[in-house]
């Protein structure tokens, strides 16, 4: 079954047309990276003029670089929730005049649970040589999603049924890496940037605080390990003394020393989920993670070592696939239409999703 895709949650506009749920034969994302870049920050009206200019060309690109006519799709997937309303409207309306036209299904697709699926998508460096689905060895499974607008973990028991077991009290960690870039004065956007930046600094030089919200919480928090930021740029409330002019040195020192803090508390409570899930005599087999910060350099390189050393599987999206993307749409919704799930043309776009809310019980394991 192939399957055409549409994103247009935030600042990507993106199409893709992935066969059987893995098989990802276009991936076009036309980024708008450089339209908010002086606004420090997505400027939701702009995202959704963006989106309508972009949304055919996408397409079309995506069916060319697939070699495919329009009339080869079997189904148009389009992710409705969560995002930025106005941007998600472009992509829906988008897909139902696709879908309407061509008189095939449609299916609503939620963005977060897109994102835990991208690992699954051909091409993964952990997965390579692989000719088709390795979800048999993957379930049940736990996944983190960190991105810009969430980050939550999850227990899976497949790619449709997932139970949030902790959230962001605060800031997501993507949120956190763009405003801190701000506070180290560098561009948009952030995230990629501070990780450039704190490969190059000595991670010890400044210990920021990693919170840990109580000794069994899979809750995160990243305001204070922001604020510390802040703090240590711009002087601490009271102190007489200015702070250090942030030369080149110093801003990498501050990245470093902010990365590692905002890495180690993902790992801690990915190894929490992980105890109180062996703890209940749960066997998770494997770790999904997905999201644009799945791309963070110091992040994978933990990942790699955590799943070896705990003997888990590890489905991590290859870098096409951890930002916005339109093949993680067009791959989970061909597990949601052999469910037989199906949305017609009353589907409707949501700014929030119902996933990252934690399920009372869902910590069971
Ligand atoms: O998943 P995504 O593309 O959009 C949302 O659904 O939010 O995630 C975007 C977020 C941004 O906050 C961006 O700064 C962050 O992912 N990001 C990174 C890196 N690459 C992207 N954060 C840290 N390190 C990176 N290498
Ligand atoms: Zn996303």
Redesign the pocket.
């Known amino acids: 079954m192939i399957v055409l895709g549409i994103?247009t949650?935030?600042d990507?506009t993106a199409a893709a047309v992935v066969r059987d749920g893995w098989c990802v034969l276009s991936n076009v994302i036309a980024s708008q990276h450089d339209l908010h870049a002086e606004y420090g920050g997505v400027v939701p009206e702009i995202a959704s003029r963006a989106h309508v200019e972009r949304i055919q060309p996408v397409v079309e690109r995506a069916l060319r670089d697939a070699g495919l006519g329009i009339d080869s799709i079997d189904a148009v997937a389009v992710?409705h929730r969560p995002?930025l309303i106005g941007a998600l409207l472009v992509g829906v309306a988008s897909a139902k005049a696709l879908a309407w036209s061509l008189s095939k299904p449609i299916v609503g697709v939620d963005?977060?649970q897109?994102?835990v699926y991208s690992g699954f998508l051909s091409g993964a460096p952990l997965q390579e040589g692989a000719d088709s689905l390795a979800l048999d060895d993957a379930f049940p499974a736990l996944a983190l999603?960190v991105?810009?607008?969430?980050t939550a973990l999850f227990r899976c028991e497949d790619p449709l049924r997932l139970a949030c077991i902790g959230s962001t009290i605060d800031d997501a960690v993507?949120e956190a890496y763009d405003k801190a870039a701000v506070i180290l004065g560098l561009p948009h956007p952030g995230g990629p940037n501070l990780d450039a930046l704190a490969v190059r600094g000595d991670e010890r030089a400044f210990q920021f605080p990693q919170s840990r919200l109580g000794p069994e919480s899979l809750d995160f928090s990243f305001s204070g390990l922001k604020t510390s930021l802040l703090y240590a740029v711009r002087g601490y409330p009271g102190q007489p003394d200015p702070p250090a002019p942030l030369d080149e040195a110093r801003r990498a020192d501050l990245a470093a020393g902010f990365q590692r803090a905002a890495v180690g508390v993902l790992m801690l409570k990915l190894e929490r989920a992980l105890d109180r899930a062996r703890r209940t005599g749960a066997k998770p087999r494997s770790v999904l993670v997905?999201?644009?910060v799945s791309a963070n350099s110091r992040l994978r390189a933990e990942l790699v070592r955590f799943a070896g050393e705990q003997g888990l599987g590890l489905f991590l999206p290859p870098m096409p696939f951890c930002?916005?993307n339109a093949a993680m749409i067009a791959g989970l919704a061909w597990h949601l239409l052999r469910s037989g799930a199906s949305d017609g043309l009353t589907l409707e776009a949501s700014p929030s999703s119902a996933l990252t809310h934690a399920v009372p019980g869902a910590g069971a394991w």
């Open positions: 994103e949650s935030c990507e992710g995002g963005h977060i897109a994102h999603v991105s810009g607008g969430h993507g997905g999201g644009g930002m916005d």
